[in-house]
């Protein structure tokens, strides 16, 4: 089992930056391959960015690909999301999530953190 705890969401600027960090509970976490999900209302989930049990496999949605960063640190059981340029369409609530597989199903999921892009 995981918790997943995301943090550092809020409101920003269109063009500024935010950097979202989820942090995980348990002593498996390297064992997990760890992804960004979004979803603003009225649309479907979106799975933005992912990474490997690793941190050497990254993935990213074309949406945000040359924007978005994500990175792990496995010794402090936490995945980011360094978010760049931002703009009004990234608003959402982000998810983390953790799985088997990076680019598979994902097992355990977090709270959400509200990102609001404002012009």
């Known amino acids: 089992q995981v918790q997943l705890v995301e943090s550092g969401g809020g409101l920003v600027q269109a063009g500024g930056s935010l950097r979202l960090s989820c942090a995980a509970s348990?002593?498996?976490?390297?064992?997990?391959?760890m992804g960004w999900f979004r979803q603003a209302p009225g649309k479907e989930r979106e799975n933005v960015a992912a990474?490997?049990?690793?941190?050497?496999?990254?993935a990213y949605a074309d949406s945000v690909k040359g924007r978005f960063t994500i990175s792990r640190d496995n010794a402090k059981n936490t995945v980011f999301l360094q978010m760049n340029s931002l703009k009004l369409e990234d608003t959402a609530v982000y998810y983390c999530?953790?799985?088997?597989?990076?680019?598979?199903?994902?097992?355990?999921w977090g709270q959400g953190t509200q990102v609001t892009v404002s012009s």
């Open positions: 990474i490997s049990k690793s941190g050497l496999g990254t």
């Open positions: 999530a953790a799985g088997p597989l990076m680019l598979g199903e994902y097992d355990f």
């Open positions: 348990g002593r498996t976490f390297s064992r997990y391959a």
